[in-house]
C-alpha cells in the first residue's frame, strides 16, 4: 500500500489555535474577557428571519442545490436593489453551505487541480487553504505585474477586505476583470462585507457590477453571505454569482456531492434577503462600535490602516504583532495578529467589531486607562 500523507498535515496550523496563551491572560482580567479575535455575531437574528425558519420545520423533503427558485429569484433582486448588478438571473446564482466551505473547495470543484491560485498579499487563511487541498501552488500578489508570465488558472480577490477592510475601486477592478478575461482565469471576488462600506467616497462595488464588467459575466464568480449582515452565521447562509456556465458546472458537482442548503435555512435566507430594514439596523450598531473603537484605539496610541469597510479594525503600534497581541491581553482584550493573514502584516492586529455594546465599552474604557 503507498504511503498516505494524511490531509491535516498538509494544511497549516489553524491560527486560532496559536491564541491560547494570550486568550487565558485576556480571560483572567477581573471583569472578564472582551474577545475581538473573531468575526462572530453577537446580536440576535431578526424575529422575521426566525419566523421563517421555525415556518418551514415540518418540510420534510430534499431541497434543491441550487437553492429553491424563491430564493435564487430573492438572491438576484437583493443584488440588483442593494448593489446595482443587473444581467444576474436566477440561473446565475448557487446557495451554498456558507461561503467557508464554498471558498474552500472552490478551485477543487472547478477541477482546477495542480495548478496555481493567486490570492492577495494580505489574505483570508481559507484562499490559501482552498489551493492547498487543490494541490496548487499558492503565489500571493496585489499587482498584476508581480504575477509575471505564468497564467494562474484561478485568482481570488476580496474587496472589502478581510482583514484590512481596504476596498478597492472600479478602475482597479476593470483592470483586474480585463486582466483575468484576457487570459482564461476563473475570478473569484469574495464580497462578503459589501454592505459594512464606512466611507461615501470608498463605496464597496460587486465585479458583477456593469461598470465593472461591461455586461459581460464570463469567468467571474462572486461570494456572498448573510453570516455578517443578518447574523446568519449559525446559519451557514451564503450564495455564489456570476458565470451561469460556472455556476451549472459547480451545481453538477455539488449535486453528486449531496452539498445543499437545509430547507428551513433557504426560507429563512428569503426572509433576510427581502428585508433591508433588519440589514440596515445591524450596520448601524456596528458603525456605533467602530466609532468608539476607532476613537479609543487611536487615543491609546495606535494608527489604524485601510479599515474603509467591514467588520475589523487594522491597527498597528509599529511594533511585532504578537507583541501587540499580547499587550491588549494584559488589558483583557482579546485580538488577531496580522501575521494569521500572511507574511507581510506581521506589524498589524485585526479588531472585531462583533462584541455587544456592554464589551465595546469595556474595551474603550481598558484602552483610555492604558
Excluded at 57 to 71: C, K, N, R, V, W
Aim: some cysteine; charged content about 20%; proline content about 7%.
Amino acid at each position: 500500500m503507498a504511503a498516505r500523507t494524511p490531509l491535516g498535515e498538509r494544511l497549516p496550523d489553524f491560527p486560532w489555535d496559536t491564541l491560547t496563551e494570550a486568550k487565558n491572560t485576556a480571560a483572567a482580567h477581573p471583569d472578564g474577557i472582551v474577545d475581538l479575535s473573531v468575526g462572530t455575531p453577537v446580536d440576535a437574528v431578526a424575529p422575521g428571519i426566525q419566523l421563517a425558519l421555525a415556518e418551514a420545520a415540518g418540510d420534510p423533503g430534499y431541497p434543491p442545490t441550487t437553492g429553491s427558485p424563491q430564493l435564487r429569484e430573492a438572491i438576484a433582486d437583493w443584488l440588483s436593489r442593494r448593489y446595482g448588478v443587473t444581467g444576474v438571473d436566477t440561473e446565475a446564482v448557487l446557495a451554498v453551505t456558507g461561503t467557508k466551505e464554498a471558498i474552500a473547495t472552490l478551485p477543487t470543484l472547478l477541477g482546477v487541480r495542480g495548478g496555481t491560485v493567486v490570492i492577495p498579499e494580505i489574505a483570508y487563511p481559507t484562499y490559501e487553504v482552498a489551493a492547498t487541498l487543490a494541490d496548487c501552488r499558492t503565489l500571493r500578489s496585489d499587482s498584476l505585474l508581480k504575477i509575471g508570465p505564468a497564467t494562474p488558472d484561478l485568482m481570488f480577490i476580496n474587496s472589502p477586505s478581510n482583514p484590512t477592510g481596504k476596498v478597492l475601486g472600479v478602475d482597479h477592478l476593470r483592470k483586474v476583470v480585463g486582466w483575468a478575461r484576457s487570459r482564461g482565469v476563473i475570478l473569484v471576488a469574495d464580497e462578503c462585507y459589501i454592505g459594512l462600506g464606512w466611507d461615501d467616497e470608498n463605496v464597496p462595488l460587486s465585479i458583477l457590477d456593469p461598470r465593472v464588467n461591461d455586461g459581460d459575466l464570463t469567468g467571474l464568480i462572486a461570494v456572498h453571505s448573510l453570516s455578517k449582515s443578518s447574523n446568519l452565521a449559525s446559519y451557514r447562509a451564503g450564495f455564489l454569482a456570476g458565470d451561469p456556465a460556472l455556476i451549472a458546472e459547480l451545481t453538477g458537482v455539488r449535486k453528486h456531492l449531496g452539498l445543499m442548503v437545509p430547507g428551513p435555512i433557504q426560507h429563512a435566507m428569503i426572509a433576510a434577503l427581502n428585508d433591508d430594514g433588519q440589514e440596515q439596523l445591524q450596520k448601524l450598531r456596528y458603525a456605533t462600535r467602530r466609532a468608539k473603537l476607532l476613537s479609543a484605539l487611536l487615543k491609546a496610541g495606535f494608527r489604524v490602516d485601510d479599515s474603509e469597510a467591514g467588520l475589523y479594525l487594522w491597527a498597528t503600534r509599529g511594533e511585532p504583532g504578537r507583541d501587540t497581541v499580547a499587550w491588549l491581553a494584559e488589558r483583557g482584550i482579546l485580538t488577531a495578529p496580522g501575521d494569521f493573514y500572511g507574511p507581510n502584516s506581521g506589524e498589524h492586529v485585526r479588531v472585531s467589531l462583533t462584541a455587544t455594546d456592554e464589551r465595546i465599552d469595556a474595551a474603550v474604557e481598558r484602552l483610555r486607562v492604558g
